[in-house]
């Protein structure tokens, strides 16, 4: 079993900046890779970005160049720095964790982000 726990969600102005937290704990061993997903008022979840154990990342095509993800092994925690944020960003954010056969998937509460004046 993998719990994630996110932190670091709030309200921000348009353009601004926050970056989410998420930490892993448990059979971390078993971790392939780790992603970030958001699910906006009304519409579907989708994902944001993704980092594997080796290090590569994906995006979601609307993120690329203000959004970035990235993780620190020692401390068990991947982050996503967010930049240049705009009020459709605006989405519950939810860690995602990924094992090595691809048919396990463990999800966090969610952080709730805001972008708004």
């Known amino acids: 079993q993998v719990q994630v726990v996110e932190s670091g969600g709030g309200l921000v102005q348009p353009g601004g900046s926050l970056r989410l937290s998420c930490a892993a704990s448990g059979s971390i061993f078993s971790i392939y890779a780790m992603g970030w997903y958001r699910q906006a008022p009304g519409k579907q979840r989708e994902l944001v970005a993704t980092?594997?154990?080796?290090?590569?990342?994906n995006y979601q095509d609307s993120v690329k160049g203000r959004f970035t993800i990235s993780r620190d092994n020692a401390k068990n925690t991947v982050y996503l720095q967010m930049n240049s944020l705009k009020p459709e960003d605006t989405a519950v954010y939810y860690c995602n964790a990924e094992d090595y056969s691809g048919t396990l998937h463990y999800w966090g509460k969610g952080t709730l982000v805001t972008v708004s004046s």
């Open positions: 980092i594997t154990s080796g290090g590569s990342t």
